[in-house]
């Protein structure tokens, strides 16, 4: 006989004492034998239905092989015909060989042996248990857990109905608890718990109990027991409902069999109706308290109601807050995490609007009621709450969520739960979060979405664990020290479980980090696309995994077609993620879809609309296309939002220059950023003014320290030796010119090799090159360079590097003194997007040469 326990952690072993180990670390065999024994209803089931259950990613005649080979295994390892069959399409098993422990458990249950079905319940069906690439097992399981943990809380219950019979009041109130910890505690159970012990005829201990929940969830998640547990406890306190004596000793219970004959009738009470009136008396009070606990809930239902009028054909707007953290400081990234995982889900679900990304973390210590937060951000829904972890040896053991569901406009709570579990359910229960909260908005799921929102990412807790912490520090300020360790922390999530399809994918997103926003080295690159691969070969819906690869086509080799696939499909599973809309702006927007851009950076604010992250891009567009009026629209959104962000003042001080050229009101704008931001040393603009008013000395002053990182890339001129070159020249020192030149070269040259698979950065720092050269007076080999780079036809790849690349290419031709070439790019120039209208032509020293040109003068009119 073999004996499987799989109520708790999974133990297998023989009567005869041989050796199971070997089977035990086969975790899909071990769950196909689970299954086989456990699932309701139990006996034979069909092949087919397993092969969908545990090999779902494989084709047919594949599955089949791996179905037969794990019965083999099963076969063997079992012996004494443990599995059995039924023609070529059932297969269970023996009951007489395996004995397992749920179907004696359900078989004493169905038998009303409640102590001996108790004391077979060791935890959770398969309790840290997990097989990847079987998420119907894993669905399953989930489901499985759920209704035995509920029957076990019955037979509980049972158990202390039967006491309470007996007149046994302490096991009657040890079993009550029980029971009512292995469902969680939350109002429901609470007030069941009260009742009961006023049926023990103790209201101190029922008062006691309120009073203990309602301690802890002060101190847990600083809020207060539901209106109808409050009305309870005073219910009780100022004894308005019964005291119960007999009454109890009447009450039906499972575990009393029913009596042969029927009680007599009760003679009635003698007297009149003042015999009567304490029972009428008690009768009215029970119809208040009734109307009492029914009156909230009748208006939340008529409130929701209304407000589903109100909103006819609009997506509920929910924003899910960072969870508080109860437990020690080190945890926080727990909490804001848990709150990502419910956010992430949520967005996933077509018919909700998830209000995400800096917004959440910003009103994440706020003291604002949901109520404010509502008003704020257009939100109906705040979904927010509390975690506890316990920490064990080895670090966290156990966790308790505490999530709360709000509707916002009226301020009622319309969803609490608390969920105590073992760190290894943690995704699970967050996955049965994101579904009760769809479900109270009143989102109907497909079976296929269901699906999608119970599969979690690792059964692990140490690799989600490492996955947390890192997401933590790249979500946060994007320092190469921080994205370095972001990086090794989803490698060591992985080294635990490589089956792990998310780290996969962030691994991959700060390898491409590390490359475009650190300089370092294009290997990067080459990590960042097979570590992307991985997780799409893992989990090819996986939203993050389409995020990794569309941001790798974007910044490895400006591959926009590729990026655009990637991030739709992206977006078609998580239609509310920021990040992904950003992007995906940020590729419509290089690729010369100048609408599409516009209106995905104003849907990605919309989610998230305390980030500038959207804004900057939606202000850098609105400036190329030359709509002055909406770039200073977006500009005060962006600096009430954040007063220093430097490049906000970038953009508003380009406005008067390229509208009336106007150095005067630009120079104003400096001033202001100069007061205000942190990074304005950094900004190249306040050099061009200088130039624009013809004092070079000054203007070579601005170049001491790094370049702002925005104008870094896409700034026409290119580099700071370039630009000091072309002001030494127009100052009339032609050796400092030769000098800044030469290590121009030297310096594009080395860019050239990093950003060597990038078509729009080649012709942009080629651009560049030919300034330098032509600056050098190598005439041939300027040429060369603006022959390669119009033979790109840059506009074409890039809308935004583009066009910088043909201003640096008519500078160039400036230099060369070929007026034909130069006039033509100009002209070209203002019929493109970019920063170049007649307006500055005008004024600007480099391009003095062609001013007596009636060509240029034609331009400039």
Known sequence: MVELRILGPLQLSASDGRDLEGLARQAKRLALLAYLAAAVPRGLHRRDKLL?????????SRARAALSQALYVLRTTLRDQAIVTRGDDEVGINPL????????????????????????????????????GAPEFEHWLDRERSRLRLRVSDAAWAMAEASLLAGEASPAERWAKEAVDLTTAEDGEVRRLMRFFQRLGQPAGAIRAYESYAWRLSVETNLEPARETQVLATAIRTEVLETPTAAPYLVSSPLTPSPADPPKKQPAPAGGPETRRPAGRKRLAFVLLLVILLVPFAYRVITRLNDQRRSAGQAPRIIVLPFKNLGPAEDAYLAQGIADEITSRLATIPGITVVAGEVSRRYGDSLQTPREIAEELGVDYVLEGTVTSQHTSSGPGRFRVRPRLIDARSGD????????????????????????????????????????????????????????RGYALARGTQTVRNVSAAADLFGKALAIDSSFALAWAWLSYTHTQLFWMHDLAPEHLDTAYTLAEAALHL???????????????????ADYKGALVQLERGEASRPGDVDILNLLGNVHKRAGRPTLAISTYRRASNLDPHSTLPLLN????????????????????LLALEPREGNAYVFEAWVPLLRDGDVRSAREVMREAAAASDVYQGLRIPFYLDLLDRDYSAALTRLHGPASSVELLDEWLVNDHIRAGLAFRLRGDSNAARAHFDSAVAEIQASL?????????????????????????????ARDQIQLVL???????????????????????????????????????????????????????????????????????
Request: hydrophobic share 45%.
């Open 791 to 861: 033979a790109q036809d840059p506009p074409a790849v890039d809308a935004i590097a583009g066009p910088a690349a043909l201003q640096n290419l008519a500078v160039a031709d400036v230099l060369l003194s070929d007026r034909g070439a130069a006039l033509s790019l100009l002209s070209r120039l203002l019929a493109l997007p970019g920063l170049l209208t007649p307006a500055v032509l005008r004024i600007d020293p480099l391009w003095d040469p062609l001013r007596d040109d009636p060509r240029f003068q034609q331009l400039v009119r």
């Open 52 to 60: 969908a259950l545990f090999w779902p990613e494989l084709d047919q």
């Open 413 to 468: 709570q319309l969803w609490s739960a608390v969920l105590d579990e073992d760190v290894s359910d943690l995704l699970t229960v967050l996955a049965s979060v994101t579904l009760r909260t769809a479900d109270e908005l009143d989102v109907v799921l497909d079976s296929a979405q269901q699906t999608r929102m119970r599969k979690i990412a690792t059964g692990k807790w140490a690799a989600y664990d490492y996955y947390l």
């Open 539 to 557: 989990d090819p819906d996986l939203p993050d995994g389409h995020l990794a690869l569309g941001w790798y086509y974007y910044a490895c080799c």
């Open 97 to 132: 060989a395996v004995w397992t422990d749920v179907v004696a458990l359900e078989a004493a249950l169905d038998a009303r042996q409640y102590a001996e079905g108790l004391s077979l319940y060791r935890g959770a069906l398969l309790d840290g248990f997990f097989v990847s």
């Open 618 to 637: 939606l202000a850098q567009e609105q400036l190329w296309l030359r709509r002055y009026d909406q770039v200073i629209e977006t500009n005060h959104q």
């Open 753 to 781: 090799a990093h950003y060597r698979r990038s078509p729009p950065f080649q012709a942009w720092l080629r651009s560049g090159l030919a300034i330098s050269l032509a600056g050098l007076g190598k005439r041939t080999a």
